[in-house]
Structures are given as structure tokens and as C-alpha cells.
Nanobody, 115 residues
Framework: QVQLVESGGGLVQPGGSLRLSCAAS????????MGWYRQAPGKQRELVAT???????NYADSVKGRFTISRDNAKNTVYLQMNSLKPEDTAVYYC?????????WGQGTQVTVSS
């Protein structure tokens, strides 16, 4: 049973920074692609960033140069460092693990960017 638990969300002013964490249990974390997604009110869930077991990364155009995804396999944790935050980054952020057979999601963490 895979469990993903996100943390690190909150309220931040425009231009500020946050670091999200996603701790995984119940699987071989290092073997799978991990990703961060977000869903704003009234919008579909969208990809933010992914990282492969070999640490290749991919980013949505809207966050390139501002967000950085990383992983620590010893801690079974994936991170999302978010800098230069904008009001349009406001959303619930979800962590996802992609295994051979299934996708697993965390419960989400709210990020609100507002002055």
C-alpha cells in the first residue's frame, strides 16, 4: 500500500518562496517517476514538474526558471522548491507516484499566493 503525504503549503506574498515535501511509504520509492501537479479552483489538474529515478526533470512552461523539483531517495521524499511565486500559482498541490501498474496520489497541500 503506497502512501504519499504532502506538507509545506501555506500563505505567501507574491515574490515569496515555499518548499513542498512529499514523503512516500510502502513502495520502492527510488524506482519510480515522481511528480507534482496542481489544481486551481474551477480548473483541471495540471502537471507542474516530474523527476525520473535518474533525476531527469521536466517542467511546465509556466514554472520553468522558478520551480525546482528534487528527490532524496534515502528519505523517500520528493521536494518542490517554489521561488518568485505569483498569484496564479495559487492551487492545491498534489504529489504523484507512477508505478508500473498504478498512479498514486497524495491528499494535497494548499498554496495561496496573495498580498
Amino acid at each position: 500500500q503506497v502512501q504519499l503525504v504532502e506538507s509545506g503549503g501555506g500563505l505567501v506574498q507574491p515574490g515569496g518562496s515555499l518548499r513542498l515535501s512529499c514523503a512516500a511509504s510502502g513502495s520502492i520509492f527510488s524506482a519510480y517517476v515522481m511528480g507534482w501537479y496542481r489544481q486551481a479552483p474551477g480548473k483541471q489538474r495540471e502537471l507542474v514538474a516530474t523527476i525520473t529515478p535518474g533525476e531527469s526533470t521536466n517542467y511546465a512552461d509556466s514554472v520553468k526558471g522558478r520551480f525546482t523539483i528534487s528527490r532524496d531517495n534515502a528519505k523517500n521524499t520528493v521536494y518542490l522548491q517554489m521561488n518568485s511565486l505569483k498569484p496564479e500559482d495559487t492551487a492545491v498541490y498534489y504529489c504523484k507516484m507512477r508505478t508500473i501498474t498504478s498512479d498514486y496520489w497524495g491528499q494535497g497541500t494548499q498554496v495561496t499566493v496573495s498580498s
